[in-house]
């Protein structure tokens, strides 16, 4: 009898290691695939940036699929090449003396006509001087002195220009050349032998300091009404994180610096923001009238479930984002405002379908196993929270249908904000948050003067009354 009892409790205490090693195993495969997932993924299927993909790049693949066309121009597509100006600065004649065939001599009288090729070059490297003179004279009635006005900006017995300065202020902040090559490149071009890093960081900071009503008024532009894109990048800033946030439209662009990445712009009102579904900006932005969710952010997120996780329903979802996309595409081409009520209806319903294809599907799969200690509501799969997330923001996901004015991607603001990522792998860092916000006031002129086919070295040498007056 002590004999059956001892191997019943051995048995117990066998059953239930096993089922604690089958907790465990479970717990672990699940570790695994997380980690397998985090893997696999690159700047093709998520949000990673192209950077981060080292050696491994993928090979380019568009998420739009075949569009169906040639590659190359297209018809009616007018190429811009190097073309002769009517207008040469120098024309330089080049004469025979001799025929070519029977080396006769020839004469003035024999020509026929002239053929004509330009070359357009660089003039030799050079900087003007302009000397000021301000005449002083001595007054015949009380012998008193008097000096002859210098004009506005010249104030230094030796200076540089304010086209030297615009040039210094568009390598640094436009091409994000360090203060030390900028030197060095005008020193190059121009000659400017004496001028040193220290003045270019001094340049750079008037700079931003004059433009602050710019950056007002591009501010204000971007306030109220209308479809703005907003995006955030985080940046090192004293050794510390801090982030960029971004305020963008077609034709004005706001940068603005700040310690934290909830730090989202609250007082924007009216109107549709495009952004990539980040929760704060449906948390704190209520003023504004509608969202609208990235469709490139979707449509890298289900490329991820259909490779990674192999779940049949990503694919159908992708087609039928890019297909309503395509579809909205040509209306706007033909001049249509909607799309007419038929079609619209009939892509929403096959997108609730395959939506509630995905959910059943997800709905059959055992639950993952939860780590001992852990709190919380049960972990849902990767492709069961993006389900729900395209089935609850329904409508922001497919506000490009419903208004034309708003885009299927928030492209324009990540273009926006790809430069700070170069200038991070460049210069690496800024050294005070007041330097990152020079940089981000200066780039918000910059980026806006761009949008308005402005030539960016002219803008940077007019006065901010003068920029206002051309947005």
Avoid at 159 to 174: F, I, L, P, S
Avoid at 277 to 286: D, E, F, I, R, T
Avoid at 307 to 322: D, F
Wanted: hydrophobic content about 35%.
């Amino acid at each position: 009898m002590d004999r059956l009892t001892t191997l019943e409790q051995q048995l117990a205490t066998a059953l239930r290691r096993i089922t604690e090693l089958e907790a465990a195993l479970a717990t672990m495969a699940e570790e695994n695939a997380d980690l397998r997932r985090q893997l696999a993924k690159n700047s093709n299927n998520s949000s990673k940036p192209p950077s981060s993909d080292g050696l491994k790049k993928p090979s380019p693949r568009s998420l739009r699929g075949k569009s169906g066309k040639k590659s190359g121009g297209q018809v009616g597509h007018r190429g811009n090449t190097l073309r002769q100006t009517p207008t040469p600065d120098f024309v330089e004649r080049h004469e025979a003396t001799r025929c070519g065939a029977c080396q006769r001599a020839l004469t003035a009288e024999m020509t026929k006509g002239m053929e004509k090729r330009q070359v357009f070059d660089l003039p030799a490297p050079r900087l003007e001087v302009t000397e000021h003179q301000a005449a002083v004279y001595c007054c015949d009635h009380c012998r008193a002195m008097t000096t002859a006005g210098f004009p506005d900006g010249v104030n230094a017995h030796v200076q540089y220009g304010t086209r030297m300065r615009a040039a210094a202020v568009y390598c640094n902040v436009q091409q994000l050349i360090p203060e030390d090559r900028v030197c060095l490149l005008l020193r190059d071009l121009f000659g400017a032998t004496s001028l040193c890093a220290a003045s270019v960081t001094n340049w750079v900071n008037r700079a931003a300091h004059t433009l602050g009503g710019v950056v007002e008024h591009i501010l204000a532009r971007l306030t109220k009404g209308g479809v703005r894109h907003l995006d955030e990048t985080g940046l090192r800033v004293a050794g510390k994180l801090h982030w960029l946030h971004s305020i963008c439209d077609t034709a004005f662009t706001h940068y603005r610096i700040d310690t934290r990445r909830g730090a989202v712009p609250t007082f924007l009102t009216g109107g549709t923001i495009v952004h990539d579904h980040w929760k704060p900006y449906y948390a704190h932005m209520s003023g504004v009238d509608a969202h609208a969710l990235c469709g490139a952010h979707h449509l890298r997120e289900l490329k991820a479930i259909e490779e990674i996780e192999k779940e049949p329903w990503a694919r159908e979802v992708s087609a039928v984002l890019n297909r309503a996309n395509q579809l909205r595409c040509e209306a706007q081409h033909r001049g249509e405002t909607e799309l007419p009520e038929p079609v619209r209806q009939g892509i929403v319903t096959r997108y609730m379908a395959i939506l509630a294809e995905g959910l059943a599907f997800h709905e059959r799969q055992p639950p993952l196993a939860k780590s001992p200690g852990t709190r919380g509501r049960q972990a849902r799969r990767p492709g069961h929270n993006l389900l729900i997330r395209l089935r609850d923001y329904r409508d922001d996901v497919l506000r490009f249908l419903a208004d034309f004015a708003v885009p299927f991607t928030n492209n324009q603001a990540e273009q926006d904000l790809r430069m700070m990522k170069l200038r991070m792998k460049i210069s690496g860092t800024f050294r005070t948050v007041e330097g990152a916000q020079v940089f981000a006031d200066i780039r918000s002129v910059i980026s806006t003067a761009r949008k308005h086919g402005l030539n960016v070295l002219d803008t940077l040498t007019l006065s901010p009354s003068q920029i206002i007056a051309r947005l």
